[in-house]
């Protein structure tokens, strides 16, 4: 309710900031960070998957600025749990790109979302999960085939009716291409397997 159809803006946010408080419980044994969270598992996984991630709950042109950074907590916060990706405040790293929950939801809102603010974000870590590979766990021919699925489905997006969406697209994709093979280069092995395309 306070997510999809709160009373006032100030209702949704103050339960947004709630939810999304979580408390770092320093390193485990191990090394890695432990965090408490709101909610356990089973809930985080529910309420991302079944509200966060439905569609039918909200409309992905006018979500707030308060729900995407929710999304997006919730977004790290659940694949990292399940291992598929290594995250701290500003980097990711992706360890099993098909297994990522949620990269459906994310890029409606790169490409739908009103706000310029949420949709340059949720761009820019749509862009980082299309890029930023364990390139140990991940082999150059699976990074390739990913890449070319995304300037895919960017392509065939620009036949969209709606107007912003087409150059949503158009942004995304030159976001990648830039970050791929110009103003970010993430790795010397990109230009290599760009030279194969």
Known sequence: M??????????????????????????????ERR??????????????????CNPTYGDFGKISAGQVKCFHNFFKVINRSIGVIESSQKKILVKDFAKLHGLDTLRHIAVESENDRSREDSMNL?????????????????????????????????ESPKDNVVSNNITLLSKFLDRYEGKKTQKTEMKQQYNQF
């Open 35 to 52: 965090e408490y969270h709101l909610f356990n598992e089973e809930e985080r996984v529910h309420f991302f998957t079944k509200i966060l």
């Open 126 to 158: 749509l862009v980082d999960l299309h890029l930023k590979f364990d390139s140990q766990i991940t082999p150059p021919e699976v990074q390739a085939k990913i890449w070319q699925d995304f300037i895919d489905h960017c392509m065939s997006e620009l």
């Open 2 to 31: 306070f997510v999809q159809q709160p009373n006032s803006n100030v209702d949704q946010t103050l339960f947004l900031k709630w939810i999304n408080k979580h408390r770092d419980g320093g390193p485990t044994a191990y090394g």
